[in-house]
């Protein structure tokens, strides 16, 4: 079946390290994406990670895959106040037009 | 950075009213999407579209749910008769057609509050 889950709460002091773990089930997805939302605003994209890689680094941003586990984290270097917000796991399948199933959302907030 | 735009960004109706909710997906973009997200749920998959055709629907994507690309730019979503449940931040989505599942794009969403 197709389930992704997050856990709900996160809170972290302001420059410490976030860390977001997200676990999935469908072994046959090919994309596994982190996407933001912030207070009224849409999903935005924040990085993504295809299936057949073990980890991607984009500035303060190091998403880890352990494909053998479904298990998807996305760490948070310095973590600033504007890095308050919803995090969404995401996977994605093959087939192109494919839809993306959603974790519930990690809420994210930075104590000073 | 080029961005998927959805008009409006609020829109209140009465329960059995119609309602069409508009997206202007990321030009070179073939692949289209709906999600909705109830309040305090998750980000749910509507449909997706392309070539002119539906090429994946949910449950939720009833008879009362429509889209269409009325345009080479807009991306529509028809709700014929609204219902309280229909309440939701309806998000649109676009991809690039290079490569298959390429990252889906999504705008600041519409929220849909039905009276």
């Known amino acids: 079946g197709e389930d992704v889950e997050q856990s709900l709460f996160l809170s972290v002091r302001e420059g410490d390290s976030s860390v977001i773990n997200c676990t999935y089930t469908d072994s046959s997805s090919t994309y596994l994406y982190w996407y933001k939302q912030e207070p009224g605003a849409g999903l935005q994209l924040l990085t993504y990670i295809f299936s057949n890689m073990d980890m991607k680094q984009d500035q303060r941003l190091t998403v880890l895959l352990n494909k053998k586990d479904k298990h998807l984290s996305l760490r948070i270097a310095d973590t600033q106040t504007g890095d308050s917000a919803i995090y969404f796991c995401?996977?994605?399948?093959?087939?192109?037009?494919?839809?993306?199933?959603f974790g519930s959302g990690t809420r994210l907030s930075i104590r000073p | 950075e080029p961005e998927v735009t959805q008009t409006p960004s609020h829109q209140v109706t009465q329960m059995g009213q119609e309602v069409i909710l508009r997206c202007v997906p990321i030009s070179n973009h073939l692949y289209f999407y709906w999600y909705r997200q109830i309040l305090g749920q998750k980000v749910e998959f509507l449909v997706s579209?392309?070539?002119?055709?539906?090429?994946?629907k949910s449950e939720i994507f009833d008879d009362q749910f429509s889209v269409e690309r009325p345009d080479g730019s807009n991306f529509t979503l028809k709700i014929r008769s609204t219902k309280l449940e229909d309440s939701a931040m309806y998000f649109c989505a676009s991809s690039d057609p290079r490569g298959s599942n390429q990252p889906q794009h999504f705008g600041d969403g519409t929220r849909l509050s039905i009276l």
């Open positions: 995401a996977e994605g399948y093959p087939r192109s037009a494919s839809k993306i199933i």
């Open positions: 579209f392309y070539n002119n055709e539906i090429s994946e």
